[in-house]
């Protein structure tokens, strides 16, 4: 069956598992707010899809007030004191898996914290929390996108020391479709968060805990490390459009190449959704901002490049817009990211629309379960260059770079709309391609997540400079692409490859439309 918008009046959730989302609507029918329900969605997510997510990883937010301000959240940990050069000696780069990987304190709780402090909310936490602890407890039945992940990754994080295989191969074996999945230590900490306070994470009882499994497993990351860190909360980036303005995280994440396609694309024709001029001019838009991106674009306390004063800049803007050749490909050698992600948003009555985004970096992250807390820790500091200096070098304390980036915008007649998605390199890209489906095109909410992608990049756990493109399309644009001089790949049809996406539109009049991604095991939930 055809998915179609969901509409509603009083509040709205968006996620990639169905049972996140009744997570955070269930938090607005009790009188929560919408980042009191995000909340919600956020710890749900952790238990029922944990393979892309956790409290072991990193979040970041972006809130539209009621009153029409906008406000950023980085809850993003930093590399450990003991994460040196000296640490990886004889390596050529930092681990994907294993303890030194788990090089970064994990962020994810305090933003949590910082986004409820400026909430303003009524709920106690033992109720934000409550779904998530009684999936834990009573286990969930695992998606076929989890159980493929763990089939393929199975050889490489079972091997790893802690708690992985007794979690997620408890009969000896990855789980299959179906099977279910229990993680009752998850939920007591999630129970102990509730009783101890969040600041727990990171200078409480459970912070002592955490920093005595991360040692034994051999992780960098010590308890002073966890009591040095704090959320931050940078205004996010901004940039202006014909008939809206845009909103998206500030570095170390890729919000600012986001924001660059689609103010590059803002300035080229195109007639028609999906035709040449709109799939080929937001890959060229995509191809000069990550340029930017790859040079620019990290832990703000390493560069000095003015993020804002570009996207201000309209001179500058249609500078890039004018390299731009509607006719021919830039030739792409360019090294792609990684990452995988859940993208979540939600919106409540009173005005409040948030885009929240966290992730683990990889499937499983490190592959480090902590034994104690049953906390997958993330890998995403396995991104770090080991490297003297320059971009993304590995510095004691240092931020990594992120994929991680929640969008949000605000149209001219009133409308917000908060959209975002998972899948690393590809997240600026779909977020363009919903977008504009959307907003310039005028498509239908949910067509415009269902209608096929494309990806210039990485593929699910591949490295990849291919253009992708899934099956759907008119059968003309593969061909015109590829005579322009992309490097055309056919993936076949709808594939996670492309990301799980997801969008919420609150109109001026107050009422609600939401999609989700046909690619995840997501839903809408509304009232």
């Not at 007591?188 to 306070?197: A, D, F, M, S, Y």
């Not at 940039?239 to 660059?260: E, I, K, Y």
């Not at 948003?345 to 929240?356: H, I, P, Q, T, W």
């Not at 699910?460 to 003309?476: C, I, M, R, V, Y």
């Amino acid at each position: 069956m055809a998915l179609e918008t969901v509409t509603g009046t009083k509040g709205m959730v968006t996620a990639p598992h169905w049972l996140a989302a009744e997570a955070g609507l269930s938090v607005l029918q009790d009188g929560g707010n919408a980042v009191e329900a995000t909340v919600a969605v956020a710890a749900c997510l952790a238990v029922v899809y944990p393979h892309m997510t956790g409290i072991g990883g990193d979040g970041f937010w972006v809130i539209h007030e009621p009153d029409g301000a906008v406000h950023g959240i980085h809850g993003c940990g930093g590399a450990a004191q003991a994460a040196s050069l000296e640490l990886y000696a004889g390596l050529e780069a930092v681990p994907f898996r294993g303890p030194l990987a788990a090089n970064t304190v994990a962020g994810t709780i305090s933003g949590w914290a910082a986004a409820l402090e400026s909430a303003g909310g009524s709920l106690p936490l033992s109720r934000l929390l409550r779904d998530a602890i009684a999936h834990g407890e009573a286990g969930v039945a695992v998606p076929a996108g989890h159980a493929a992940i763990a089939t393929a990754k199975g050889p490489e994080l079972r091997v790893q020391p802690g708690a992985y295989a007794h979690v997620f191969e408890p009969q000896g074996r990855p789980l299959h479709e179906g099977d279910v999945l229990r993680q009752s230590v998850l939920a007591q900490t999630l129970r102990r968060l509730c009783e101890e306070g969040l600041e727990s994470f990171y200078t409480g009882p459970l912070a002592a805990d955490i920093a005595e499994d991360l040692a034994a497993l051999g992780s960098p990351v010590s308890a002073a490390d966890l009591a040095a860190h704090e959320a931050t909360r940078p205004a996010p980036l901004t940039t202006r459009l014909h008939d809206c303005r845009l909103w998206n995280s500030a570095p170390p994440t890729q919000g600012f190449a986001s924001l660059v396609i689609l103010a590059l694309f803002d300035r080229l024709a195109a007639d028609t959704a999906d035709g040449f001029d709109h799939v080929h001019g937001l890959v060229e838009a995509t191809k000069q901002a990550f340029l930017l991106r790859d040079v620019h674009v990290g832990d703000p306390a390493y560069h000095d490049f003015d993020w804002q004063g570009l996207l201000s800049d309209h001179a500058a803007l249609d500078e890039l817009a004018a390299r731009i050749d509607p006719a021919k490909a830039l030739a792409w050698p360019q090294p792609p990211q990684w990452g995988d992600t859940c993208w979540f948003g939600a919106a409540d009555g009173e005005g409040r629309v948030v885009s929240a985004i966290q992730s683990t970096y990889f499937e499983f992250g490190s592959g480090l379960v902590l034994p104690r807390t049953g906390i997958t820790w993330q890998n995403r500091g396995s991104s770090f260059r080991l490297a003297a200096d320059g971009w993304n070098a590995l510095k004691p304390g240092r931020k990594p770079f992120h994929t991680l980036n929640p969008a949000l915008a605000r149209f001219d007649d009133g409308r917000v709309m908060a959209y975002g998605t998972m899948g690393g390199e590809g997240q600026p890209q779909t977020q363009a391609a919903l977008f504009s489906r959307y907003a310039r095109f005028g498509a239908d909410l949910q067509d415009a997540i269902c209608a096929p992608r494309w990806l210039l990049g990485r593929t699910w756990g591949e490295q990849s400079t291919t253009l992708k493109l899934e099956d759907g399309f008119d059968p003309a644009l593969y061909e015109a692409l590829a005579e322009a001089g992309h490097d055309v790949e056919r993936v076949g049809p709808l594939t996670a490859t492309m990301g799980h996406a997801g969008a919420i539109v609150r109109h001026g009049d107050g009422h609600l439309e939401g999609a989700t991604d046909p690619r995840s095991d997501g839903g809408v939930a509304a009232w």
